[in-house]
């Protein structure tokens, strides 16, 4: 399972990524959880109190010598994704490997040959070994970039507001401007707080719900101690609906 | 003035943002809002409909593609790219959508 969280800013996409790695894992499958996002994002829903692990250092990642073809910028050839994997991932609970691009602290500029590294390393990691979810930025920038090409199924998370139904369109076209690596798109409703939201969101996005995840204050309580939703509150029904997300998607894992 | 509105996806700038406009266009000031995010809705908050906002947004990318030729001043700019908006509030749409840059 190669599966990616897009959607509009706020629409929910941690909470219910860091809950869904969280349940994969439990099942026993390895679950890589990854985080694209410059700003705080994945881990204090994942459970980890920590906003900042150590980037990929800068010599992942080799510039063009003079004369020579190709891109700019490539994957230093002495680094093993799977290997990048293991050394620069941290563990989260359940067992889950977290990994994250930088995060900004001062000037964005330093970080970015790390976040090339990043990039190339995801790209480049080897199929079957992992399952990888990740919790892409809020809005339509990085989506489908060269930061989303890893994935083969992306999963939009929208909201039943006007502004978050228009964001689900686009994520929708830019999903399918890349031929080389086709992708199956769904949507997961968030937020949900009347009977109709969920036709609303379908309708709107023209795309198959495939879960339907609740408004609950339990989730709002826990972004707001900074815990994960799933030690928060395990039994709460936005959590529970993504567990019943993570069954429906789960003859596709790897099993350890 | 000048004012930016920045913060976190989903933290309310864009709903602000277009109170604030709307307010100051209220109490008859001249006001332009430009929705720089990648991923522009500011439209849907100021009132002109997802329409009118998706067309800004083509309009925005016609430019890049060399459809439309790039307006020669600020004022040109405004007639030709933007749209008039509740209150009397002049919306253009500064970014477009497909952007490789990180973060």
Known sequence: ?256 | MKLAVVGKGGSGKTTTSSVIARTLARSGKAVVALDCDSNPNLGISLGVGDAETERLVSMRESLDEGDEEHAPTWETLLSRYGSDAPDGVRLAVVSRIENPDPG
């Open chain 1, 1 to 256: 399972m190669r599966l990616a969280f897009v959607g509009k800013g706020g629409a929910g996409k941690s909470a219910i990524s860091g809950t869904f790695a969280r349940t994969l894992a439990r099942q026993g499958d390895k679950v890589l959880a990854i985080d694209s996002d410059p700003l705080p994002g994945l881990a204090y829903s994942l459970g980890l109190a920590i906003d900042h692990t150590p980037p990929i250092p800068d010599d992942a990642v080799i510039e063009r010598k003079e004369g020579e073809e190709g891109p700019r910028w490539r994957l230093n050839p002495d680094v093993d994704p799977f290997d990048a994997v293991e050394r620069w991932s941290v563990e989260a609970p359940d067992g889950v490997r977290f990994l994250q691009f930088g995060k900004i602290k001062g000037d964005p500029r330093d970080l970015w040959r790390s976040q090339m590294a990043f990039r190339f390393v995801i790209n480049k990691l080897p199929a079957g070994r992992w399952n990888v979810v990740g919790d892409l930025p809020g809005g339509t920038r990085q989506a489908f970039t060269g930061w989303g090409t890893w994935a083969n199924t992306v999963l939009i998370v929208v909201e039943p507001t006007a502004k978050s139904l228009l964001s689900g369109r686009r994520l929708a076209r830019m999903a399918d401007l890349d031929p080389e690596n086709p992708k199956r798109v769904m949507v997961v409703a968030s937020k949900v707080r009347e009977d109709g939201d969920v036709e609303m969101i379908a309708k709107g996005t023209g795309l198959e719900v495939i879960a339907s995840v609740p408004w609950d204050e339990d989730l709002a309580e826990a972004e707001r101690r900074q815990l994960a939703p799933i030690d928060f509150a395990p039994d709460c029904p936005a959590v529970r609906a993504v567990e019943s997300l993570v069954e429906r998607l789960s003859e596709e894992t790897v099993s350890t």
